[in-house]
């Protein structure tokens, strides 16, 4: 339904109809609940760090006044800071104070002015925080007050070595990917992903799963706009796995269109992001301009965005082996199936991962070569020598088959996981001390002698 002019003599009412199967989530057409999350996708994505302490957030003449440039090594503490305002409209130019791996005593010793700007700010609004609500929370983040709230321990080892990384505004009324710099530190309304190639930003910048984000991720805010989750839209999103020409095609528009929006809001700073997909959702709904978005259309090289758009859709679309002509349903549908299939294969122990090196040494698996021409990795994990896979006799092995269990998004105990190896419950004891390894960890969560995967929303 769409809606204007409610507050006139004439209001505009749409109605819209859809006809097929409602599903549980009350949504109509291919169920996208039912798909499950990918081990491919596991450890790259994450929200941004949450402050808790507006004391953080500095500008360039605050960071000078605090020590920054004269300061050894605060440089590395206080950082570029973006959150999702700064992406779709205008950046303000801030930096944020990131004294993560630091202890208070080391804090207060080699950069004094930081340690007395955040007693003044942020301890100070965490011990009436504290004063008021007595939480266990609370308490955690006034004995930790200078460190982020939610520092996102998990998500600093994936953007190291990278040069740049991937950021989508969580909830936003055009969903568009971007590359950010490795120095700038996400605030946690924007959802990370961990890489740096230029096709894995082409295949999410693709309408097909801009669909795809739309109908798993849900609707949130004033304005009712599309949210990105990292466990209903990019857990379970199957990346095509295709020749490395037909990736670096799908690469090379990305860059493109990145670089070409980076370059329009430099040149014109009363342009934002938004406005740019305003004036493109116009242009591919031939709607009409006006004296002054014909100004912007032209300043903005909107005409060549559209352009890079339909491009990159196309060669994502082949990508895949699918025809470019597919309806946004089409799509979300054969997505949904190449999710089961992709499953079944992570069962059986081909993964298809993301990023390879990285995502293996944190699985603990081998890697082989599956498909020279490909020039993707693939890692099995321990395969069976009969109907039944046996349990890994080595601690690496028996965590990734014990995370691969959990992955399919049940509450399992030590005996259930057992019951699916060849040992039976002989290796019980073996699976409940790796899930209480995890546990420790942070990875899985336990209660009444069942675990489950623990998953970042």
Partial sequence: MEESGLDTDAPNIVLRQRVGQINADLSVGTDVTKTKPLLANEWICSPGVKLHGSGFIVSADEAEQLGLGRREGLER????????????ARGRGVMVIDLFGLEEAEVRRRFPEVYQHLTRTVRVDRGEQFKKAGTKD?????????????PRSELRPALGGLSRYIATVETAKHRVFQFLDATILPDNMLVCVASDAAWVLGVLSWRGNVAWATQAGGWLGYGNDPRYSKSRTLDPFPFPHANSNLLTRVGEIAEELDTTRKEVLVEHTDLTLTGLYNLREKLVGGEAFTENDEDQRRRGRVDIIAELHDRLDAAVAEAYGWPADLSDEEIVARLVALNAERAAEEKRGIVRWLRPEYQQKKAGVATIQKKPEAEQFEALLPEAASAKPSFPRDAIGQTAAVLADLRVGATLSADEIAAGYRQGRRVSPRIEATLEALVRLGYVSAEDGHYRLRRAA
Avoid at 78 to 88: A, E
Avoid at 138 to 150: E, M, T, V
């Fill in 138 to 150: 609370a308490a955690a983040y006034l004995d930790r007050w200078w460190i982020f709230g939610k």
């Fill in 77 to 88: 503490h206080i950082r570029p800071y973006r959150n999702g305002r700064d992406l779709t």
